[in-house]
């Protein structure tokens, strides 16, 4: 079974920037379309950032801009570079490929707060 270990969440004031990673087990990761999503308190977990095989990549609206999703394939690890965080970005942040989606990891904390 692919483990997903997610980590690099913290809690920043608004305005700063933290760079989550995701590593996983899987071998042949580098085959896979791969997303970040979030799920803030209360609500659906939702994407935010899509990366494919190719390194195409697309970005919610809310997060265009300030987000960059990258990879290793060698390291099998997923990236996402947050700058300019708003409160709202408050939330846990898992990685995961887009179809047929691995067992979720715990995912990471990242709180935006004055």
């Known amino acids: 079974q692919v483990q997903v270990v997610e980590s690099g969440g913290a809690e920043v004031q608004p305005g700063g920037s933290l760079r989550l990673s995701c590593a996983t087990t899987?071998?042949?990761?580098?085959?896979?379309?791969m997303a970040w999503y979030r799920q803030p308190p209360g609500k659906q977990r939702e994407q935010v950032a899509q990366i494919t095989t190719g390194r195409s990549t697309h970005y919610s609206d809310s997060v265009k801009g300030r987000f960059t999703i990258t990879r290793d394939n060698d390291l099998k690890t997923l990236y996402l570079q947050m700058d300019n965080l708003k409160p709202e970005d408050t939330a846990v942040y898992y990685c995961n490929k887009e179809w047929k989606p691995w067992a979720w990891g715990k995912g990471t904390l990242v709180t935006v707060s004055s």
């Open positions: 899987e071998s042949e990761f580098k085959r896979y379309n």
